[in-house]
Every structure is written in structure tokens, then in C-alpha cells.
């Protein structure tokens, strides 16, 4: 079974730019989260999909952030216009049930760099 | 809020050397409570949880304990090797709120030395 996937695996680009992150979760996995750790600190918790509803998305920094779920499936994160403090490793993790508290599945994160 | 706090790192040790990190916690509910760790060049992966007091996760030797009373769950293994050099996350999950988010700690860098 595959795991949580996200492309791309590096993005670099330039201060104003656009970029767009995304995540294929595990199949049938309703739950999908978005984090993001900034510069070593702590890995940070920006919004939760269930389905194709938001269900919290109290840790997105400001409105340059817009995370969609199409149908429910996979799910982009896009960054419009990036800033420099925008930089970090995003990651994203699926789960299949939020009231049995079953594990959470991280993908390998996506490493942006805003230059 | 909730928060966790965990020792700074890097930690280095030598093969076979005992390890401790520490983690400590602050929570209005009664959180389950997460090991996560991300070896280089892969994504985090889960090395152990508890989801009650006094329980005690364990996993590929690495082992933590649910304290209450002193709100810790430090991981500990008694020999570890050159392969368990990662970054290793503590985390609670409120297991009474509306998403189950994690909230984690800044992580601590374990280099292990033949």
C-alpha cells in the first residue's frame, strides 16, 4: 500500500513567487493534516481536512496560504506570494478515523526555500 | 494553549551508550501522548505512543513511560546504534478536541558514533 505522498520533494524559488505543494494520502484515509516546521523549531500544525472540509485551519499563518481538497483526494497547499519566512520543511499526514485516535501517517515533507 | 518541551539537542553518544531525551508537557485534557522520528532523508514516522497514565509505549528497543504527576514522557533506550541517528519529535494529540491535531516539541538531533 502506498504511503503519504507529496510533490515536490525541494522547491526553491524566488520572493513574490507562487508555489503550489501537494499531497496524495493514503487511500480512504478522510483525515488529512497539514504542518510545517520553520527553521528547527518545532513542527507546527496549520489545517485539517476531513473529506473535503475544513474541519480547523486556526494554524495558518495569513491569508497568502489557501489549502484546498478536491473530492476529498489529494490536497494542495499553494504559498501566493511567497516570502522569505515562508521557508521550511511542510509536511502532510492522513489518517483514517479521528475517534479511534489511530496513528497519523507523515509523507517525507516538502523543503521549501524562498530566496 | 497545550505545549511540549523537549531537551535541546544535539545529543551525541557513542555505539552502545544509554539514552535519554526528555520531554515534558502542558495540557488542560488528557492527551495521548507520541514518539515521532524522522531519520535523514525520510519522512516522520512513529516510534512509539501512550494514551494513558502509567502506560508505557516501547518499540525497536526505545522505550517511554506516561507520568502524570510530573507531566514527562522521556524516551529512553539502554544501548543504541550508529542507525538510530535521526531527529527525534515528542508530540501530545488532545484526544478530546475537534481535529486530534498534533502539537509537537522543536525536536532533538540524536548523532550516534561508531
Known amino acids: 500500500e502506498a504511503g503519504v505522498t507529496q510533490f515536490p520533494s525541494h522547491s526553491v524559488i524566488e520572493k513574490g513567487q507562487t508555489v503550489t505543494l501537494r499531497c496524495d494520502p493514503i487511500?480512504?484515509?478522510?483525515?488529512l493534516y497539514w504542518y510545517r516546521r520553520v527553521m528547527g523549531k518545532e513542527i507546527k500544525f496549520l489545517l485539517h481536512?476531513?473529506?473535503?472540509?475544513?474541519?480547523?485551519e486556526s494554524g495558518m499563518p495569513n491569508n497568502r496560504f489557501l489549502a484546498e481538497r478536491t473530492g476529498g483526494t489529494y490536497s494542495t497547499l499553494k504559498v501566493q506570494p511567497a516570502e522569505l519566512e515562508d521557508s521550511g520543511v511542510y509536511f502532510c499526514a492522513s489518517s483514517p478515523d479521528r475517534t479511534t485516535n489511530t496513528e497519523a501517517f507523515f509523507g517525507q515533507g516538502t523543503r521549501l526555500t524562498v530566496v | 494553549g497545550d505545549s511540549v518541551t523537549q531537551m535541546e539537542g544535539p545529543v551525541t553518544l557513542s555505539e552502545e551508550a544509554f539514552l535519554t531525551i526528555n520531554c515534558t508537557y502542558t495540557a488542560t485534557g488528557y492527551p495521548s501522548l507520541f514518539w515521532y522520528v524522522q531519520y535523514p532523508g525520510e519522512g516522520l514516522q512513529l516510534l512509539l505512543k501512550a494514551t494513558k497514565a502509567d502506560d508505557k509505549g516501547s518499540n525497536k528497543g526505545f522505550e517511554a513511560t506516561y507520568r502524570k504527576e510530573t507531566t514527562s514522557f522521556h524516551l529512553e533506550k539502554g544501548s543504541v546504534q550508529v542507525s538510530d541517528s535521526a531527529v527525534y519529535f515528542c508530540a501530545l494529540s488532545d484526544r478530546g478536541g475537534a481535529t486530534n491535531k498534533l502539537i509537537f516539541g522543536t525536536g532533538t538531533l540524536l548523532a550516534v558514533q561508531p
Open positions: 487511500s480512504g484515509h478522510d483525515n
Open positions: 481536512f476531513v473529506k473535503e472540509s475544513k474541519q480547523d
